[in-house]
């Protein structure tokens, strides 16, 4: 049964299993309604929220920091208003995207309540970075919904179930040798042939 659970363990899609679970966090209401997602900037820390920028209906760009609070608001100048209004995503965050919802099994976010759905990724460089993905949902009455998930903890929660299934293994192999296996070779053994 444990090594059946170790099949399972890696062949299921715990990333997918992982993000289902996660429950969406209702962030603090803007000053402002939301016109328009301008940035989001994905932290180091796991256990802090995506920085946000968002363009407001007062014509102004508010930000809330990792912890979920705004904190800043400016009125853009000309230029850059014409650059948060014009900012889509690039096609490197796009392609990020997709390689994300597609090794997730992750589909698009639907919802009719919701005014502006807004989907971010961030895709790992190196071997001990993490994959991030957001979601950010801005309802129609102005609340906004956060869901934010790293490859880092369901990749911890299988390595750590797999140690422990391994070591378990190890440990009760010796209790089934000792059991079915007789190793003492100093034992007489019956001498079938004698007469």
Same mark, same amino acid.
């Given at each position: 049964?444990?090594?059946?659970?170790?099949?399972?363990? *890696?062949?299921?899609?715990?990333? @997918?299993? *992982? =993000?289902?679970?996660?429950?969406?966090?209702?962030?603090?209401?803007?000053?402002?309604?939301?016109?328009?997602?301008?940035?989001?900037?994905?932290?180091y820390s796991p256990d802090?929220?995506?920085?946000?920028?968002?363009?407001?209906?007062?014509?102004?760009?508010?930000?809330?920091?990792?912890?979920?609070? *705004?904190?800043?608001?400016?009125?853009?100048?000309?230029?850059?208003?014409?650059?948060?209004?014009?900012?889509?995503?690039?096609?490197?965050?796009?392609?990020?995207?997709? @390689?994300?919802?597609?090794? *997730?099994?992750?589909?698009?976010?639907?919802?009719?309540?919701?005014?502006?759905?807004?989907?971010?990724?961030?895709?790992?460089? #190196?071997?001990?970075?993490?994959? @991030?993905?957001?979601?950010?949902?801005?309802?129609?009455n102005d609340d906004i919904?956060?869901? =934010?998930?790293?490859?880092? @903890?369901? #990749?911890?929660?299988?390595?750590?179930?797999?140690?422990?299934?391994?070591?378990?293994?190890?440990?009760?192999?010796?209790?089934?040798?000792?059991?079915?296996?007789?190793?003492?070779?100093?034992?007489?053994?019956?001498?079938y042939e004698s007469k």
């Amino acid at each position: 049964m444990p090594i059946v659970g170790l099949i399972v363990l *890696w062949n299921i899609n715990i990333y @997918k299993i *992982w =993000y289902d679970h996660i429950p969406w966090v209702k962030l603090e209401p803007s000053p402002s309604k939301v016109v328009k997602i301008h940035h989001v900037m994905f932290p180091y820390s796991p256990d802090r929220l995506p920085e946000l920028s968002v363009y407001a209906e007062d014509k102004k760009v508010h930000h809330m920091n990792g912890n979920g609070q *705004w904190d800043s608001a400016y009125r853009p100048d000309y230029f850059q208003l014409g650059s948060i209004k014009a900012s889509t995503i690039s096609p490197y965050e796009s392609a990020c995207i997709t @390689k994300i919802q597609s090794a *997730w099994a992750l589909d698009d976010e639907q919802d009719q309540n919701a005014a502006i759905i807004y989907t971010r990724g961030s895709c790992a460089y #190196r071997s001990y970075d993490d994959n @991030k993905y957001a979601v950010y949902k801005i309802m129609q009455n102005d609340d906004i919904w956060v869901k =934010y998930v790293t490859d880092e @903890k369901p #990749r911890e929660f299988r390595k750590w179930v797999t140690f422990s299934i391994c070591l378990f293994l190890a440990l009760s192999s010796l209790f089934w040798i000792h059991l079915f296996i007789d190793f003492d070779f100093m034992k007489l053994k019956p001498d079938y042939e004698s007469k």
